[in-house]
């Protein structure tokens, strides 16, 4: 019998349209940071006023991640989505209102940065938890969630460049400004699409009227995969954050500053090719055997890298990086998902959504203070160090598991430990 494949994924009823929409809107989030950035800087003169706003946008992203996904699940995507996407485009509309010409407050800027951040419509999750209701059959899910991933890389990688299409024509305030309309049209057309219909409901009617952050803690101490996805997903942040910056410095003091867009363009094609690979795959090993290697292996990976003796090198390693890259969130993001009951999938996805953004910011600074004041080699070995250490910490928990633990991961939809 021939293994499911990505044809089979988008085959399947219902998921074209939603997953044409999640793509619409998300789209969005792979152009709002560039053309925020740039759109602060134009209409203040300032970096540093620029940087602020940014950070304030990101921390309310990141942090009310888990309260957002909490209303999804609790009231389902067709009446919190809409709200919250209005809620979110609004603000970022008055940015690029106040961003058109120069002169604009830099408080006002970071006033609304917070709003628009504080709203933001967790498209990622919704479209995963989707994913798994429309598709029960394991296999295919894994597919399902390395076509998703692969297609958010790519976003990534085309959002920034349509910014710097419409920066060629326009100011930089209109890349904010088209990003607020593909986040509304993206979010309602994934709301009202038949995939959502009832989805995100299952939570009974007498459910205690916990506040959305308590429960997404309770959530965290009670499955013990999500708490090791999570684990995952913060290592490839940190990794990963720090990398970016890393790349940057080496391709500078090799004087070929502009060769570090070839190692960062290496690492997403690396991902994009991994991911579809991996999905492929029909794996017989437990999700936490293969995320524990996937980590270890991307933490080999950018030891090697530092070693590299100039950019050509540091190119190819960046590629043998990315490989393990997509495949370890997709893994991460299956074991969230099975660990959790249906009427949570949305907050576990952004659990791991929040912890992969918070491990990235983190990263960057935190490598940020070493590059200056340690060898290449060493700062790669300090950004390979967050992967190689939660592999032990999952391959331990891997191995301790009893066999009959593992079935029943392999086959309930919800571990408790």
């Known amino acids: 019998m021939s293994s499911p494949s990505y044809s ?19 789209l969005s989030y792979g152009m709002v940071a560039l053309s925020l950035m740039l759109a602060v800087t134009d209409a203040t003169g300032s970096y540093s006023v620029a940087g602020v706003v940014m950070a304030l946008f990101g921390a309310a992203s990141v942090l009310l991640s888990p309260a957002r996904a909490a209303l999804i699940d609790r009231y389902g995507p067709r009446r919190a989505l809409p709200p919250m996407a209005l809620a979110y485009a609004l603000p970022l509309a008055a940015l690029a209102h106040a961003t058109w010409q120069p002169g604009a407050s830099g408080l006002r800027l970071g006033a609304l940065a917070v709003a ?12 995963r938890t989707l994913w798994s209701a429309l598709i029960p059959d394991r296999a295919l899910l894994q597919r399902a969630y390395s076509l998703d991933g692969v297609a958010e890389e790519l976003l990534f990688v085309t959002g920034p460049m349509l910014v710097g299409l419409l920066v060629t024509f326009s100011v930089p305030a209109a890349g904010v400004a088209v990003s607020a309309g593909l986040v509304l049209a993206g979010a309602l057309a994934l709301a009202f699409s038949p995939a959502a219909r009832g989805a995100g409901t299952a939570a009974p009617a007498a459910a205690p009227a916990a506040a959305p952050v308590r429960r997404n803690r309770m959530l965290l101490r009670r499955a013990a995969g999500l708490r090791h996805a999570v684990l995952a997903m913060a290592a490839l942040g940190l990794s990963l954050g720090a990398l970016d910056l890393l790349v940057v410095a ?7 500053g502009a060769a570090a867009a070839w190692a960062l363009a290496a ?27 996937l980590l270890a292996a991307l933490g080999v990976a950018l030891t090697a890298a530092g070693l590299s003796p100039d950019v050509r090198v540091l190119v190819a390693f960046a590629g043998v990086a990315g490989l393990f890259v997509a495949p370890a969130i997709t893994t991460a993001y299956l074991l969230a998902d099975e660990s959790v009951e249906p009427g949570s999938r949305t907050q576990a996805g952004a659990w791991a959504n929040t912890a992969f953004n918070a491990g990235t910011s983190v990263g960057m600074a935190a490598v940020g203070l070493l590059v200056d004041r340690l ?31 593992r079935r029943a991961s392999a086959q309930a939809p919800l571990e408790r430990t």
């Open 8 to 26: 089979a994924v988008l085959r399947t009823r219902h998921a074209p349209g939603a997953f044409g929409a999640a793509l619409l809107g998300r």
């Open 116 to 127: 628009a951040g504080a709203c933001t419509p967790p498209l990622g999750p919704v479209m």
């Open 250 to 256: 080496f391709a500078e003091r090799h004087g070929q």
């Open 267 to 293: 690492l997403s094609a690396g991902g994009a090719a991994g991911g579809l690979a991996y999905g492929a795959v029909t794996w017989r090993s437990s999700g936490r055997t293969r995320l524990a290697a």
């Open 375 to 405: 060898p290449a080699a060493v700062c790669f070995a300090v950004a390979a160090l967050p992967a190689l250490l939660a592999a032990g910490v999952i391959a331990h928990r891997a191995r301790t598991l009893r066999p009959s633990q």
